[in-house]
């Protein structure tokens, strides 16, 4: 059939250029953005970092795949935003180290903890941590937020000496009895109550953290 006279054409819809989101999804911004690291947490929590692809958690989402890079960029990036959802340090390092240096060893002790004892965050970290012994880019996510975002930050703000040092000193006792408890779930470590373990870990993140 032809075109009737004097009828316009329909106008064609505007094609994306690659990474563009459509302006409908732009627009809903935060709410995008915060669905998508929702879930990325989720879909990395169940198939760890090397079985989830970015067109993967767009369809849980429910976004096109070009919108997951048009606000994380890469898969590595994606990760390390959807794991922060768990650990949160923008929110945590304040209520740390706002009591000034005494204490502070129980309180990142209990903050720690905390995180791993609530099962919501702590099935995305089971995954940080098992791929991190396995993958670069899942280790190197533990160590920019575990060390660089939280541990660093907070011994920087202590005003001590060698704080990197007393930093990774710390990582490595907390991390160690994340793979031990939860991981490796090794008894009685395993099935100690929280509290038992944050009086006997405190004094020596206290130690780790604050003495000359």
Not at 122 to 133: D, G, Q, T, Y
Request: aromatic share 6%; proline share 8%; hydrophobic share 45%.
């Amino acid at each position: 059939m032809t075109d009737t006279p004097g009828t316009p054409d329909a106008p064609k819809p505007r094609r994306r250029g690659p990474g563009r989101p459509r302006q409908d999804e732009a627009d809903d911004g935060p709410g995008t953005q915060e669905r998508i690291r929702l879930a990325a947490r989720e879909v990395f929590a169940e198939r760890g970092y090397d079985k989830t692809s970015v067109r993967g958690i767009a369809k849980v989402a429910g976004v096109d795949p070009a919108l997951v890079h048009h606000y994380f960029g890469s898969k590595d990036d994606l990760f390390a935003a959807a794991i922060e959802v768990s650990i949160e340090p923008a929110l945590v390092i304040p209520a740390i180290i706002g009591e000034g240096p005494d204490g502070i060893g129980e309180r990142l002790a209990r903050y720690f903890l905390g995180v791993w004892e609530n099962p919501v965050t702590r099935v995305p970290l089971l995954a940080v941590i098992r791929s991190a012994l396995t993958h670069e880019a899942a280790a190197k996510v533990l160590r920019g937020l575990v060390l660089r975002r939280l541990l660093e930050r907070v011994a920087a703000d202590l005003d001590v000496p060698d704080p990197t040092f007393r930093a990774e000193l710390a990582a490595s006792h907390m991390v160690g009895i994340a793979i031990l408890r939860y991981v490796v779930q090794v008894e009685p470590l395993a099935s100690a109550d929280p509290e038992k373990i944050v009086a006997l870990v405190a004094p020596t993140l206290q130690r780790y953290l604050t003495e000359e």
